[in-house]
């Protein structure tokens, strides 16, 4: 079977041509002005462009180009359609007004950091990708030899078994580049792909970026200060200026157009670095640089090259677009020509991407493999959570079950819960918030939903909080040696697992709830303090009042403690009494289930206490992704 693009002849490959064209685009950041916590909160909008039009055709590799904060990255992300602030304007492909569903099938971007799981290989990574960005359809030899293809004509053949954690910095671009590259999209769009590179390893991802607008696709790039022989590999240069357009045209002639104001590139000067200098706002002359910028956007405004714009934009904007343009896979596309051009732009916006049972596979696959990459520290956790057993149970030797040692039975009980407890609600905190930056740049390209997502969370952590718990209950089990048969040992292992899985959870919703470890444990602290207290050893529950009373329900230490401290009283039937026949005395297991108000019934009630614990954390853990995933990153 043929591979999606045939390796050996790249160049030949059949493009749709396609124009894009931003007329009068103008955008507004939102920014919140700090103010007393009696006032209402200030809210101002910051404009960074102004009126911006250009436009990026088939064939094309244009150069977005200005200095520091003249609005080039919001203009990238405003015509792909990845902006977050008040836009005006339009964005239109082949003269039609198009959607961002629309734009993010046709298109692809690159951007100036990539964020991806460090532990997967080159292969691994390109293997996720494009299971979950092609069509579904596609098998996986096809897959495999695409990705080889990309792989090649990149130069990252040899780089296949590496971790991307050891790419240099051109690896890592061309990576991002083949990612994009995946379904062969019309247009390309890149934020500064040569930031942070040094010049043979920028001069490396330009060519590739000026061979792939050769073989017909538009490519779009944000550029900072390239150096002259890059410069010169770009066709178009869009110069930008305090939100505006300062020159837009071929590279060739913006010194023409320069020369036309009087401002003369020198000799073995680079070009580009002289076009930002003149557009740059100075600090401490901010007045007099923004005339100066001013005059040279109006001066482009007014001149040839303004026209020529100016014209090329009507003609694409008033022309009949042969085709109607649509994100919706059921409607029809309408076109006076070749029924070949229908089927090109077809390719794009009918791809099935995979359901959610193949995204969460996959997303289950990456978790496992990190996982294992990492396998160190989770053995580390786990040889720390036995070594406290052991710390845990060997005071408890040879517990004499009397009257002295009802408290230190119990003690023991609520020591087994409150260390599982703590151990698996603090250990997953990190969950989240070192991936939320990844989770919310891959939702928002479309490549899996917030479902499979959490779900593959909650796969990876059960194999943990069913093991470390086993071994962690059987070795107090022995070593305490507990009251309780086959049976009960098993009991015992279950309670103190569903304590581990419904403690997991409560982290989890922690973790998907706020920004920042540190947060999340500071809130965490009042809770576990407020739930600990209602455990039954410091509080007589009997004697609260009901509108406190309740409170030991949504207590994960009460139900855990509880259901332990039933398996083991219920073994007992007869504990001596003092000799002295004034002092109190509990005769009988169940006696010290009463003093502590724990219900002899209640075991199975405790467990599905916990159960519930562990599902409604998990909702509430999802709808908290959910929300936070529909925040659009700023690129």
């Known amino acids: 079977m043929e591979p999606l693009i045939n390796p050996e002849n790249l160049l030949q490959h059949k493009m749709t041509h396609i124009t894009v064209t931003w007329n009068d685009v103008s955008v507004w950041y939102k920014k919140r002005k700090q103010s007393m916590f009696w006032k209402r909160e200030q809210v101002e909008y910051t404009q960074v462009l102004k009126n911006v039009c250009g436009i990026a055709k088939s064939g094309h590799l244009l150069a977005i180009m200005g200095a520091s904060g003249a609005g080039k990255t919001s203009l990238l992300a405003t015509i792909s359609m990845r902006v977050k602030g008040a836009v005006d304007g339009e964005v239109l492909i082949n003269g039609k007004t198009v959607d961002q569903n629309f734009m993010a099938h046709i298109s692809g971007f690159v951007p100036q950091q990539d964020l991806v799981i460090n532990s997967l290989t080159v292969q691994e990574h390109m293997e996720f990708m494009a299971s979950l960005k092609m069509d579904s359809s596609t098998t996986a030899l096809q897959r495999r030899r695409h990705i080889s293809a990309l792989l090649s004509e990149l130069g990252l053949a040899k780089c296949q078994g590496t971790k991307l954690s050891l790419l240099s910095g051109g690896e890592e671009k061309r990576l991002s580049l083949a990612v994009q590259l995946l379904n062969d999209p019309l247009l390309l769009f890149c934020d500064e792909p040569t930031t942070g590179l040094d010049s043979y390893s920028a001069s490396i991802v330009v060519e590739k970026l000026s061979y792939l607008a050769q073989r017909g696709k538009a490519v779009v790039c944000t550029i900072h200060q390239p150096a002259s022989g890059l410069f010169d590999m770009f066709s178009h240069v869009l110069l930008l200026a305090d939100?505006?357009?300062?020159?837009?045209?071929?590279?060739?002639?913006?010194?023409?157009?320069?020369?036309?104001?009087?401002?003369?590139?020198?000799?073995?000067?680079?070009?580009?670095?002289?076009?930002?200098?003149?557009?740059?706002?100075?600090?401490?002359?901010?007045?007099?640089?923004?005339?100066?910028?001013?005059?040279?956007?109006?001066?482009?405004?007014?001149?040839?090259?303004?026209?020529?714009?100016?014209?090329?934009?009507?003609?694409?904007?008033?022309?009949?677009?042969?085709?109607?343009?649509?994100?919706?896979?059921?409607?029809?596309?309408?076109?006076?020509?070749?029924?070949?051009?229908?089927?090109?732009?077809?390719?794009?916006?009918?791809?099935?991407?995979?359901?959610?049972?193949?995204?969460?596979?996959?997303?289950?696959?990456?978790?496992?493999?990190?996982?294992?990459?990492?396998?160190?520290?989770?053995?580390?956790?786990?040889?720390?959570?036995?070594?406290?057993?052991?710390?845990?149970?060997?005071?408890?030797?040879?517990?004499?079950?009397?009257?002295?040692?009802?408290?230190?039975?119990?003690?023991?009980?609520?020591?087994?819960?409150?260390?599982?407890?703590?151990?698996?609600?603090y250990s997953v905190f990190h969950t989240f918030p070192s991936e939320i930056p990844i989770l919310l740049r891959e939702i928002a390209n479309g490549i899996y939903k917030p479902g499979p997502y959490y779900i593959s969370k909650m796969l990876v952590l059960i194999p943990r909080t069913i093991v470390e718990p086993f071994l962690y209950s059987s070795l107090i089990f022995w070593i305490?040696?507990?009251?309780?048969?086959?049976?009960?040992?098993?009991?015992?292992?279950?309670?103190?697992?569903?304590?581990?899985?419904?403690?997991?959870?409560?982290?989890?919703?922690?973790?998907?709830?706020?920004?920042?470890?540190?947060?999340?444990?500071?809130?965490?602290?009042p809770i576990d303090f407020l739930t600990l207290m209602f455990s039954g050893l410091f509080l007589q529950l009997g004697s609260l009042p009901a509108y406190l009373s309740w409170l030991r329900y949504v207590s994960q230490f009460y139900y855990g403690t509880e259901a332990i401290s039933i398996l083991q009283w219920e073994q007992i039937h007869n504990i001596k009494c003092p000799d002295n026949p004034e002092l109190p005395c509990i005769s009988s297991g169940r006696g010290v289930l009463e003093k502590y108000d724990y219900g002899p019934n209640n075991f199975s009630m405790d467990l599905l206490g916990l159960f519930a614990i562990y599902s409604i954390s998990h909702m509430v853990g999802f709808l908290a992704i959910w929300i936070r995933s529909t925040k659009q990153p700023i690129y």
């Open 243 to 425: 939100g505006r357009v300062a020159f837009y045209g071929d590279t060739v002639c913006a010194a023409q157009h320069f020369r036309s104001l009087n401002l003369i590139c020198p000799k073995a000067f680079n070009r580009a670095e002289f076009y930002i200098s003149q557009l740059s706002i100075i600090a401490g002359r901010e007045q007099e640089s923004k005339r100066k910028v001013k005059s040279i956007c109006d001066a482009f405004e007014s001149s040839t090259f303004g026209h020529e714009l100016a014209e090329q934009l009507s003609f694409y904007n008033k022309r009949m677009n042969m085709f109607q343009l649509s994100s919706d896979r059921s409607s029809r596309l309408q076109s006076s020509h070749s029924s070949d051009n229908i089927a090109d732009f077809q390719k794009y916006t009918e791809i099935c991407r995979p359901g959610y049972v193949k995204q969460l596979y996959w997303l289950t696959w990456r978790n496992v493999i990190h996982l294992l990459r990492n396998s160190s520290n989770l053995l580390l956790r786990a040889i720390l959570y036995l070594f406290i057993a052991l710390i845990l149970a060997t005071p408890y030797t040879n517990l004499k079950v009397d009257q002295t040692g009802i408290q230190n039975v119990q003690g023991l009980m609520y020591l087994i819960v409150t260390e599982t407890i703590f151990t698996f609600s």
């Open 480 to 525: 305490a040696d507990l009251q309780g048969d086959a049976r009960v040992f098993l009991l015992f292992c279950l309670t103190v697992i569903m304590c581990a899985k419904s403690s997991a959870a409560l982290g989890c919703v922690m973790s998907a709830a706020f920004e920042s470890v540190a947060t999340a444990s500071l809130l965490s602290v």
